[in-house]
């Protein structure tokens, strides 16, 4: 008896402007080891067997897109990106829909900033969700200790760092329980800024999936700085 892959689809947002990184392009456009950095990004995808397709999701204004040659890979769809992450993120699941994939498929979104994904914690996290009754997320416990700010920019408190984990992604949801909890939450008007805040507004409790503190998002200047050194 063959074990066949998990099959899965991705979204991936990709229409970020990268304004903290002051770049005269934006990030997912940036060079990384000779090539973009979202071409690295995609390629941990691209690589894993079982992926039934992915979507790219991009500002209207993109124009670097074109150039790379994963845009001609049949396996990639190119949605429009929308105001805020969350919003793409949307878009990005409506074209899965239009795609013909399932209400009950898994689907992974994962930000283009971060390229650094490891192909083992995306096979962690594939096989620890795969019978998950919600779907979870790749997250890292906090390390450092954690300071409340009060208004006047000095410690108000020291909290429990032990009860903090930082979120990352990719987040990993069946396409229809995502779609119908992130419109929700945006006809809300709850502010989203992942995944797994649309499904706990849904009521859901998202699993933590531990991976590696290197898969950064690069938000600024120091972060591809660090990637580059490596
Ligand atoms: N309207 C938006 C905003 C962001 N993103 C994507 O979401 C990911 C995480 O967002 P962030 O790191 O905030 O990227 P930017 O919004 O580009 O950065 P900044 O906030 O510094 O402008 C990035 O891959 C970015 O391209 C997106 O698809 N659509
Ligand atoms: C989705 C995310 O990467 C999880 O940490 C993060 O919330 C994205 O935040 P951003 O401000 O859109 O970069």
Redesign the pocket.
């Known amino acids: 008896m063959t074990d066949h892959p998990l099959s899965f689809w991705v979204v ?10 002051r770049a005269d392009r ?3 456009y940036l060079p990384l080891n000779g090539r973009c950095l979202i071409e690295h990004t995609l390629d941990c995808f691209l690589d894993q067997p079982g992926l039934s397709g992915l979507v790219v ?1 991009l ?1 209207p204004d993109d124009e670097w897109w074109p150039e790379l040659a994963c845009a001609c890979d049949p396996r990639i769809t190119r949605a429009d ?5 969350a ?3 949307l878009n990005g699941l409506q074209a899965l829909t239009a795609l013909g994939a399932g209400e009950q498929d898994w689907v992974l979104v994962h ?4 390229p650094n994904l490891a192909q083992s914690d995306l096979q962690t996290l594939l096989a620890t969700l795969q019978h998950d009754p919600i779907g979870g997320l790749l997250a890292v416990p906090v390390r450092d200790t954690l300071k409340l700010a009060g208004p006047d920019g000095r410690v108000s408190s020291t909290p429990d760092r032990s009860l903090f984990w930082q979120a990352y992604t990719p987040q990993m949801f069946r396409l229809g329980a995502l779609r119908t909890a992130l419109s929700d939450a945006l006809a809300a008007g709850v502010a989203i800024t992942d995944e797994a805040s649309a499904m706990e507004w849904a009521g859901q409790a998202p699993r933590l999936v531990e991976g590696r503190a290197d898969n950064i ?3 600024r200047p120091e972060d591809l700085e660090f990637l580059r050194r490596r």
Request: proline share 7%.
């Open positions: 991936i947002p990709a229409a970020g402007v990268g304004s903290r990184m934006p990030k997912q999701c500002s990106g929308g105001r805020e992450r919003d793409s993120v930000d283009a900033a971060r998002k690069v938000t």
